[in-house]
C-alpha cells in the first residue's frame, strides 16, 4: 500500500507543479531589507495544489523598481535579476509540458516522476524567490558618545595640534550587492528580513570608523568647523574605511552623511585660537600692528588709573624700558620680509646655476631668458609655429601676439599689450608682433 500511496502522490504532485507560476512582490517597507517572493494565485485559478518552493521552468517573475531578485535553488543562488520589469525563468530544473519542445518537456516530466516516486511522492526540491530593497535605507541616526581625536595641520600657519571632536547626525546606506548580502547575512530567511536586525551593529561599526574618516580629512587640511560642508570627502573616507566589514563581507555601501553638530570641547576651542595667533604675531607687520593696539589700550587704562594718571603711564615707562617699545623695528622687519618675499616671488635660476632678481645675472652676466610665447591649440598643445606639433592643425587666425623686441618681456595677454613695456620702457608697436 505505500508503494502505491508513494505512487499517486507523486504523480499527483507532479501533474500540480506543472503549471507555470507568477511571483511578485508587494513595494518593500523602509524597515524590510529582503522579503521572499509571493506566488500570486487567484480565486479562479486551477494552479491552487502546486508544492511550495517549487518553480516550475518558464515561470514569470516581476521586478520593480528599488528591487533586486534573486532564485535559490537548492540553497544555492542560481539567477539574478535588478532591471526592472518580468523575468522569465527558464532554466529551471522542474520541468513543464507548457514551457519547451512538448516531447522533451514530456519526458523530463516522467524523469521527475520517477524521482519522486523513490522519495515517497516528495518533490524533494527547494527553490526559492528573494526580493531586495535596493532603496537608499534613510535616517539612521548617530551620535558619538565619546571624543574622536582630530588632528588640525595649517601648514600656512606652521599649525599642528591634536583636539577631540564630538559629532552627531544621519547616514543613509543601501544593499550594493545582494548576492553578498544573502550568502553572508539574511540566507534561506522564511519570512520578512528587517533592519532592526542589523541597526546596532550597524551604528557601532559606523561610529568605529568615523575615526580612519577624520584622519582623511586631516591630512586635507581641513579645520573643525568645516567638517560639515565637506560631506562628499567624508562618505568616500567612510566607504573606504568600511570596505571590507561592509562591502566584501556583506555587500552594504555608505550613500551619504550629514552632520547635525560638530562641536569641540572648550579648551579645544581656546588651544586652536591661541595657536593661529601665535602663528598670526609671526609676521612681523602683524606683531607691530598687535603691540601698538596694546600699548594704545595701556594708554586708556593708565589715564583712568584709581592712582592718578602719572602713576599710570610710569608704569607704561618702565614696561617700555624692558623692552616694549619695539613698535617701529617691527615694522620695519615686516618690511623687510616683504621686499624678501616679492624678491623671491620675481627671482629666476641661471643656466649657471646661480640664482637672480634682476634682468641679468649676477654671477656670470647672462640676460634673463626671454619668455616662450605661443599660441593653444585646441587639442591642448602649447606651440611656437603656424602649426600644432601634437595633431597638425593651422595656427588659428586671430589678433597678433606681442613681445618687446628690446628685452623680451611678454605680456600676460600677448593679443592686448600696453602701450609700454614695463621692464624696458620701450613702446609697443608693429616692430614687436612676434612673426
Not at 76 to 91: L, M, W
Not at 141 to 168: E, H, Q, Y
Not at 324 to 341: E, F, I, K, V
Not at 389 to 395: D, E, F, M, V, W
Request: with cysteine; glycine share 10%.
Amino acid at each position: 500500500m505505500g508503494l502505491i500511496k508513494a505512487a499517486q502522490t507523486a504523480l499527483g504532485s507532479t501533474l500540480a507543479d506543472q503549471w507555470k507560476e507568477f511571483f511578485y512582490c508587494d513595494a518593500l517597507p523602509v524597515n524590510v531589507l529582503v522579503a521572499k517572493g509571493q506566488k500570486r494565485i487567484g480565486g479562479k485559478s486551477s494552479n491552487k495544489y502546486g508544492s511550495d518552493n517549487i518553480i516550475t521552468n518558464g515561470s514569470g517573475i516581476a521586478v520593480a523598481d528599488g528591487q533586486a531578485m534573486i532564485i535559490v535553488d537548492q540553497g544555492k543562488v542560481v539567477e539574478f535579476c535588478a532591471e526592472p520589469g518580468e523575468f522569465t525563468y527558464d532554466a529551471s530544473s522542474e520541468p513543464s509540458i507548457f514551457s519547451g519542445n512538448l516531447g522533451e518537456s514530456i519526458l523530463a516530466t516522467f524523469k521527475t516522476m520517477g524521482k519522486r516516486f523513490t522519495m515517497g511522492g516528495d518533490s524533494g526540491k527547494d527553490q526559492r524567490v528573494y526580493y531586495f530593497n535596493t532603496k537608499e535605507i534613510l535616517d539612521n541616526k548617530f551620535g558619538t558618545p565619546n571624543p574622536i581625536p582630530f588632528r588640525v595641520v595649517d601648514t600656512r600657519a606652521n599649525l599642528d595640534i591634536d583636539v577631540a571632536i564630538r559629532c552627531s547626525g544621519i547616514f543613509t546606506y543601501m544593499i550594493a550587492d545582494p548576492i553578498r548580502f544573502y550568502t553572508n547575512i539574511c540566507g534561506n530567511v522564511e519570512g520578512n528580513y528587517t533592519r532592526d536586525k542589523l541597526d546596532s551593529t550597524l551604528k557601532t561599526e559606523f561610529i568605529a570608523a568615523l575615526q580612519p574618516a577624520m584622519a582623511k580629512l586631516s591630512a586635507l587640511e581641513i579645520r573643525p568647523n568645516q567638517i560639515i560642508t565637506h560631506n562628499t570627502d567624508v562618505e568616500n573616507a567612510l566607504n573606504e574605511a568600511l570596505s571590507q566589514k561592509w562591502g566584501e563581507a556583506r555587500g552594504l555601501k555608505v550613500c551619504s552623511v550629514a552632520f547635525a553638530t560638530v562641536t569641540l570641547p572648550d579648551e579645544d576651542a581656546q588651544l586652536i585660537k591661541d595657536a593661529q595667533r601665535t602663528a598670526m604675531l609671526k609676521d612681523a607687520s602683524m606683531a607691530g600692528a598687535t603691540l601698538v593696539g596694546a600699548k594704545a589700550d595701556a594708554m586708556k587704562i593708565a589715564a583712568g588709573n584709581t592712582a592718578g594718571a602719572m602713576t599710570g603711564f610710569l608704569g607704561m615707562g618702565m614696561a617700555a624700558s624692558q623692552g616694549g617699545d619695539d613698535a617701529a623695528a617691527l615694522y620695519a622687519l615686516g618690511q623687510q620680509q616683504a621686499q624678501a618675499n616679492k624678491a623671491a616671488a620675481n627671482s629666476w635660476t641661471c643656466s649657471c646655476g646661480a640664482t637672480a632678481t634682476g634682468n641679468f645675472c649676477p654671477q656670470c652676466g647672462l640676460p634673463k631668458p626671454a619668455p616662450v610665447v605661443g599660441w593653444t591649440c585646441s587639442c591642448g598643445a602649447v606651440n611656437q609655429g603656424k602649426f600644432c606639433a601634437n595633431c597638425g592643425s593651422p595656427k588659428p587666425a586671430g589678433a597678433p601676439l606681442y613681445q618687446c623686441d628690446k628685452c623680451g618681456w611678454t605680456p600676460e595677454d600677448p593679443a592686448n599689450p600696453p602701450k609700454f613695456c614695463p621692464e624696458c620702457g620701450d613702446v609697443f608697436d608693429e616692430n614687436d608682433i612676434k612673426k
